[in-house]
């Protein structure tokens, strides 16, 4: 079933001309099924970071799409992204989420693939293949593109897919307010003790859009901001920013990524949210003050949320984190949230937000499970075939989109859903394209 919005035979998918979204987006089948080919096969996707497989021979298994990936660093302290399969009969060749090894040795008949991919070792090699079999030719499948972005691993299928950074265009600016230092210095991030995983019952759209910028959902967190898991006792954050700040939204149109951010165009001296804890209070008040020597009026940029497209999320302030909605079933997502610090902070400053962390994400993360809430019954009340005739009203702030705030992107102010409409205008491009070169010019079609 080719999906050619407003002319598919599911009907208006995406209609963009009046704000509205088909519910089969987000419940059908089929286009489900069609998502992993026409999306994530072709999609710059979120793997791991560098700081988890620090020496030769480290792994992480990881996902792309629904498939199993093994994210390794070879002898040579080269990483390499493999598709999790033994070329034989399929078996996983690694079972465990992480680890370091020589080989991975699959455990249904006994080949073994080096760090590098080559198959090395074939039982019976003289015995069964007499020598014949040409293991040059069945080492493990590796992904045709993969990027280092200041330490975060990304790889992708599709060999005539854009370069990482061109795919992420204008999005770099603010996927950067998450991986840089917090002193401002570039990268600096280490991922901070095991990832967290769950399922979530719901499309994996329902979480890539509310990170691409809700701003609107405030209402959903109001209990964590009464009860203030917060550092400083006060609502669910870190900071004040948002007396002193104003929120702009970023949508990326050619990328069909998104970003909810604050804009500080003052000099606003530092606030403290760490007053009960001096060594990290110290350490963010310097972390502060070093930013803005270092970026200058730049440092008015403060992160909050984000979406690069389609399923990699950032949290920008505290807690910072990447999350990745790995696609299930048209009806179940696996979240996976990798916490990010300081690799230079002080030990101190990493404890404190450990704890904070898990008050906050996660899934037992009570602001996160506010948003799961909200995702699971949103589902559930969207796949009876009744609800399914009446599509979902992305009509905020249509024709109102735009600013001279000076920065990349189309930015609009406070709260707006531009960036929800940006995301289903790459989504519906994406399930239309045949390859990349329609991607790069969808509107030529
Ligand atoms: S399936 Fe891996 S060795 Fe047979
Ligand atoms: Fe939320």
New binding site residues.
């Given amino acids: 079933m080719a999906i050619h919005p407003g002319t598919s035979a599911t009907g208006n998918l995406v209609d963009l001309s009046q704000g509205t979204i088909s519910r089969e987006v987000f419940v059908n089948s089929s286009i489900y099924q069609q998502e992993q080919e026409q999306v994530f096969a072709r999609s710059w996707l979120f793997v791991g970071h560098e700081s988890q497989i620090p020496s030769p021979g480290d792994y992480f298994v990881s996902s792309m799409g629904e498939e199993s990936v093994i994210m390794c660093r070879d002898r040579q302290g080269q990483i390499h992204v493999f598709l999790n399969t ?6 996983k ?1 690694c079972r465990y989420d992480e680890g370091n090894t020589a080989v991975f040795t ?6 073994s693939y080096a760090t590098d991919g080559q198959l090395v070792g ?2 019976y090699f003289k015995e069964a293949y007499r020598e014949q079999l040409d293991k040059s030719q069945w080492g493990l499948i590796e992904v045709p593109q993969l990027a280092n972005y200041k330490g975060t691993i990304w790889a992708n299928w599709d060999a005539s897919a854009p370069s990482l950074t061109s795919y992420l265009g204008d999005m770099k600016t603010y996927l950067d307010t998450a991986l840089d230092a917090r002193d401002g210095s570039e990268g600096g991030a280490e991922v901070l003790m095991g990832i967290q995983k769950w399922i979530i019952p719901s499309n994996w759209k329902f979480a890539a859009e509310n990170f691409s910028g809700d701003a609107y959902h405030n209402i959903s967190h109001r209990s964590v901001d009464m009860v203030g898991i917060g550092p400083s006792g006060r609502n669910r954050r870190d900071t004040d920013e948002r007396d002193t700040a104003f929120r702009i939204c970023t949508a990326v149109p050619e990328g069909g990524h998104g970003a909810l951010s604050y804009w500080q165009a003052e000099d606003i001296p530092y606030s403290s949210s760490y007053q009960n804890h001096p060594i990290v209070d110290e350490y963010f008040r310097h972390c502060y003050e070093e930013r803005k020597r270092r970026m200058g009026k730049d440092a008015g940029l403060l992160g909050s949320v984000g979406t690069v497209f389609p399923n990699a999320s950032y949290l920008a302030r505290q807690p910072r984190s990447i999350a990745v909605w790995h696609p299930r079933g048209a009806m179940k997502t696996e979240a996976w949230r990798w916490f990010l610090v300081d690799k230079g902070a002080p030990n101190e400053v990493k404890e404190i937000l450990r704890h904070y962390y898990m008050r906050y994400s996660g899934p037992a993360g009570m602001t996160e499970q506010d948003d799961m809430e909200n995702w699971n019954y949103a589902s559930a009340a969207s796949k009876g075939v009744i609800a399914r005739r009446y599509p979902y009203n992305y009509q905020m702030g249509m024709g109102h989109e735009g600013s001279d705030v000076p920065l990349p992107g189309l930015i609009t102010p406070n709260i707006t859903e531009q960036n929800q409409r940006n995301f289903y205008k790459r989504w519906a491009e994406y399930m239309d394209a045949d390859n990349w070169e329609d991607l790069l010019t969808p509107h030529g079609k």
């Fill in positions: 033994c070329m034989h009969r399929g078996m060749v699959c455990p249904y008949h006994g080949w074939v039982p």
